[in-house]
Nanobody
Framework: QVQLVESGGGLVQPGGSLRLSCAAS????????MNWHRQAPGQGRELVAAITRAGDSSIYADSVKGRFTISRDNDENTIYLQMNNLKPEDTAVYFC??????????WGQGTQVTVSS
């Protein structure tokens, strides 16, 4: 049974930092490209960052470039999202996704990030 479990969300003041984690089990982790998405209230799901299977390349949404960093540890079956200089507009539920190609995709349950003073 494949599981992706996010953690690390919470309440933070504007300008603060959080580090999200997504621990994977039940799959061959290194065969999956991994993504972070987010969904704010009343809005659609947005791709925030993506990283290749080997972790040698990543992409970011324009809204988070220079502030967020995605990384992965294939020995620990975990991906991370380091979020710095957080803004109120970053408030959302953050989801991790594993993509193995075609219909081979899995989602975590999400973790809430709230940026507010």
């Amino acid at each position: 049974q494949v599981q992706l479990v996010e953690s690390g969300g919470g309440l933070v003041q504007p300008g603060g930092s959080l580090r999200l984690s997504c621990a994977a089990s039940g799959l061959t982790f290194s065969r999956y490209a991994m993504n972070w998405h987010r969904q704010a209230p009343g809005q659609g799901r947005e791709l925030v960052a993506a990283i290749t299977r080997a972790g040698d390349s990543s992409i970011y949404a324009d809204s988070v470039k220079g502030r967020f960093t995605i990384s992965r540890d294939n020995d620990e079956n975990t991906i991370y999202l380091q979020m710095n200089n957080l803004k109120p507009e970053d408030t959302a539920v953050y989801f991790c996704q594993g993509e193995g190609g075609g219909q081979d995709t899995y989602w975590g349950q999400g973790t809430q990030v709230t940026v507010s003073s």
